[in-house]
């Protein structure tokens, strides 16, 4: 069974910092992009970043990057996401997802499989 499962979400101060897992079994890990994607309730599901497991290459969204990173441990078949100096307007439910291939991308009709979200909420 495919399971990508989300943690490290939670209720934190703005400026402070989170870091999210997604834990990936029931596929080949690196066969595999591994991205983050986040939604507000009643907004689109927007990119944040993804990671080739394979090769390490990185993607990101525009503004993403600065205060975002993602990283891959390979042995433990877990990607994980970095957010620092958060904004209440990183508040959302972030969700990890998987597309075959080892290119990085953040096209949500290209991931396979998805996780079921952790929310993160950023208050001031």
């Known amino acids: 069974e495919v399971q990508l499962v989300e943690s490290g979400g939670g209720l934190v101060q703005a400026g402070g910092s989170l870091r999210l897992s997604c834990v990936a079994s029931g596929f080949t890990f690196l066969d595999y992009a591994i991205a983050w994607f986040r939604q507000v309730p009643g907004k689109e599901r927007e990119g944040v970043s993804c990671i080739s497991s394979s090769s390490g290459r990185t993607y990101y969204a525009e503004s993403m990057e600065d205060r975002f990173t993602i990283s891959s441990d390979n042995a433990k078949n877990t990607v994980y996401l970095q957010m620092n100096s958060l904004k209440p307007e990183d508040t959302a439910i972030y969700y990890c997802?998987?597309?075959?291939?080892?290119?990085?991308?953040?096209?949500?009709?290209?991931?396979?499989?998805w996780g079921k979200g952790t929310l993160v909420t950023v208050f001031s």
């Open positions: 997802a998987a597309s075959p291939g080892t290119w990085p991308h953040l096209f949500i009709g290209g991931m396979d499989y």
